[in-house]
């Protein structure tokens, strides 16, 4: 698996995982996993959406996740989940290993897959948790409590623009200053919501001059939270006029179960952790496919989308371990 996680790696060349969603570095890397799928014996076929699945005969449960990655990501981001699935069907001999293509752009394969409506019986995805949680606690891995819902929008703030030296200050409308403003709510705001975080990435400030006052600001708004209740709470505390919404989406109990006694099984603590970035598992639990999600504790702060972002060896063992039992007991 960890030879399997650097041939991904080297892939697109540079610094970090460079196999964005569409490009020549995610075919390659399909490529790689469907010659591990045909030496791991299985029915390898990709779908109209370019989903590439491995499966054995009568495979019900499945297991995969994806293998694009932003520009400059890390090693394994999407890659851990598809060299832990293959492997675990590899080993129970039952179940398919399925690669979504183009996750980080907004799940494009997954969602093309439960649009296609060929369903299983049930979806587990290992994925690195791409947070500090598991590794404050000093635990190797966690389970998902459930998808968090995402709203993203944006907020206008209008001013008036004016020279910045002839303009008193008394009586200026600075559309810079109202949107500073507001960016200080939204992190406060966010974080009175238990489990919720509320982040301001774009800017866009017009004119954009460094001797004209602002006239016109535009923030992008990124809100989530692990149930609706709590995010439409921020939505409309923030005036969020939402242009993109995934709902919270709650984990299945068979397999989270599975994943849970196997855990136990081992004497591993149990810390289940609301997810914080959007996954394919999100799509098929939405789509009424029974999930449930293994985090792999992330090194060096959690720190992922980045050459940076680390799993250790022993951990990635336990996580196949575990995700290889589960699928045999949900098999
Ligand atoms: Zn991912």
């Given at each position: 698996m960890?030879?399997?996680?650097?041939?991904?790696?080297?892939?697109?060349?540079?610094?970090?995982?460079?196999?964005?969603?569409?490009?020549?570095?995610?075919?390659?890397?399909?490529?790689?996993?469907?010659?591990?799928?045909?030496?791991?014996?299985?029915?390898?076929?990709?779908?109209?959406?370019?989903?590439?699945?491995?499966?054995?005969?009568?495979?019900?449960?499945?297991?995969?996740?994806?293998?694009?990655?932003?520009?400059?990501?890390?090693?394994?981001?999407?890659?851990?989940?598809?060299?832990?699935?293959?492997e675990a069907v590899e080993r129970v001999g039952k179940g398919a290993a399925v690669v979504f293509r183009d996750e980080e752009r907004g799940c494009v394969g997954s969602t093309a897959f439960v649009e296609g409506g060929d369903l299983p019986a049930g979806f587990l995805e290992v994925h690195i948790e791409q947070g500090p949680v598991l590794e404050r606690a000093g635990v190797p891995l966690g389970l998902a409590q459930g998808i968090v819902g995402i709203v993203r929008g944006e907020r206008i703030f209008e001013g008036k623009a004016g020279h910045a030296g002839t303009v008193p200050m008394e009586g200026r409308t600075d559309a810079l200053v109202a949107a500073a403003e507001y960016i200080l709510r939204v992190r406060d705001l966010a974080a009175g919501v238990d489990g919720a975080v509320g982040t301001v990435g774009q800017l866009y400030v017009e004119p954009g001059a460094a001797n004209v006052i602002p006239g016109r600001v535009r923030v992008s708004v990124d809100l989530r939270a692990p149930d609706r209740e709590r995010l439409d709470r921020l939505v409309a505390a923030l005036e969020v006029e939402p242009d993109f919404r995934l709902e919270p989406v709650p984990m299945a109990e068979r397999p989270v179960t599975a994943l849970r006694e196997e855990l136990e099984g081992r004497g591993l603590p149990l810390v289940e952790l609301p997810s914080g970035a959007g996954h394919d598992a999100a799509i098929l639990a939405a789509a009424g496919v029974p999930t449930a999600m293994l985090f792999v504790r992330s090194l060096n702060g959690g720190v992922s989308h980045s050459p940076e972002e680390e799993s250790s060896a022993e951990d990635v063992e336990l996580a196949v371990d575990v995700l290889a039992a589960a699928l045999k007991r949900l098999t």
């Amino acid at each position: 698996m960890l030879d399997r996680l650097e041939e991904l790696y080297a892939v697109g060349g540079g610094v970090g995982a460079n196999r964005v969603g569409g490009s020549d570095g995610e075919d390659r890397a399909h490529e790689l996993a469907a010659g591990w799928m045909q030496e791991a014996g299985l029915e390898v076929e990709v779908d109209d959406a370019g989903n590439l699945i491995g499966r054995t005969a009568d495979a019900a449960v499945w297991t995969g996740s994806h293998l694009d990655s932003v520009p400059g990501g890390g090693k394994f981001d999407g890659a851990l989940g598809v060299v832990a699935a293959i492997e675990a069907v590899e080993r129970v001999g039952k179940g398919a290993a399925v690669v979504f293509r183009d996750e980080e752009r907004g799940c494009v394969g997954s969602t093309a897959f439960v649009e296609g409506g060929d369903l299983p019986a049930g979806f587990l995805e290992v994925h690195i948790e791409q947070g500090p949680v598991l590794e404050r606690a000093g635990v190797p891995l966690g389970l998902a409590q459930g998808i968090v819902g995402i709203v993203r929008g944006e907020r206008i703030f209008e001013g008036k623009a004016g020279h910045a030296g002839t303009v008193p200050m008394e009586g200026r409308t600075d559309a810079l200053v109202a949107a500073a403003e507001y960016i200080l709510r939204v992190r406060d705001l966010a974080a009175g919501v238990d489990g919720a975080v509320g982040t301001v990435g774009q800017l866009y400030v017009e004119p954009g001059a460094a001797n004209v006052i602002p006239g016109r600001v535009r923030v992008s708004v990124d809100l989530r939270a692990p149930d609706r209740e709590r995010l439409d709470r921020l939505v409309a505390a923030l005036e969020v006029e939402p242009d993109f919404r995934l709902e919270p989406v709650p984990m299945a109990e068979r397999p989270v179960t599975a994943l849970r006694e196997e855990l136990e099984g081992r004497g591993l603590p149990l810390v289940e952790l609301p997810s914080g970035a959007g996954h394919d598992a999100a799509i098929l639990a939405a789509a009424g496919v029974p999930t449930a999600m293994l985090f792999v504790r992330s090194l060096n702060g959690g720190v992922s989308h980045s050459p940076e972002e680390e799993s250790s060896a022993e951990d990635v063992e336990l996580a196949v371990d575990v995700l290889a039992a589960a699928l045999k007991r949900l098999t």
